[in-house]
T-cell receptor
């Protein structure tokens, strides 16, 4: 069953601003992944953060994980119009399955 | 280009038609997935195959029938669909190296097939 949920559902910012989106989950996890989806396309893996990591960077992306609050955040710094996309977190579902489950995503629009 | 291709990219079909979606991966992976993505809903996992064996089937109606003839190809056969089945169908692949690696290993997605059922 679905476990992760992204917040906000939609975010609209100007180019150059930072964008922050959050993911909350319900049960303990070993790791969490973030994916990006351009309109009408497949998802692209961005970053995986393990439960023993608190922060991870990849280019302009910064992901944090707070296992005590069961939440993760994805920060995109100095956003560009090309960052316009939907962003999903993937978490292991409850119930013993190892297949990651995805939330509804955060729809990010970056205005030039 | 992620190394996962899907055909057709767009499909319009009537409720009485039979059609098939095709997915092919060129990454040497041994696990493949079908997902359904409807507007304003979470991405729904439909089927998972690992080493050509189905490992997960999430209560999908029988009008959807998967087929995995080898580790590089995955099909979704469609029969007597309903208008609510209209969605973007995504295929993905990853490497299953045992234990819980299906979660740890990155999934590579195809561009999807946009299906409209009239």
């Amino acid at each position: 069953s679905q476990q992760g949920e992204e917040d906000p559902q939609a975010l609209s910012i100007q180019e150059g601003e930072n964008a922050t989106m959050n993911c909350s989950y319900k049960t303990s996890i070993n790791n969490l992944q973030w994916y990006r989806q351009n309109s009408g396309r497949g998802l692209v893996h961005l970053i995986l953060i393990r439960s023993n990591e608190r922060e991870k960077h990849s280019g302009r992306l910064r992901v944090t994980l707070d296992t005590s609050k069961k939440s993760s955040s994805l920060l995109i710094t100095a956003s560009r119009a090309a960052d316009t996309a939907s962003y999903f977190c993937a978490t292991p579902p409850s119930g013993g399955s190892y297949i990651p489950t995805f939330g509804r995503g955060t729809s990010l629009i970056v205005h030039p | 280009e992620t190394g996962v291709t899907q055909t057709p990219r767009h499909l319009v079909m009537g409720m009485t038609n039979k059609k098939s979606l095709k997915c092919e991966q060129h990454l040497g992976h041994n696990a493949m997935y079908w997902y359904k993505q409807s507007a304003k809903k979470p991405l729904e996992l439909m089927f998972v195959y690992s080493l050509e064996e189905r490992v997960e089937n999430n209560s999908v109606p029988s009008r959807f029938s998967p087929e995995c003839p080898n580790s590089s190809h995955l099909f979704l056969h469609l029969h007597t669909l309903q208008p609510e089945d209209s969605a973007l169908y995504l295929c993905a692949s990853s490497q299953d190296s045992g234990a819980d690696s299906l979660f740890y290993n990155e999934q590579f997605f195809g561009p999807g097939t946009r299906l409209t059922v009239l």
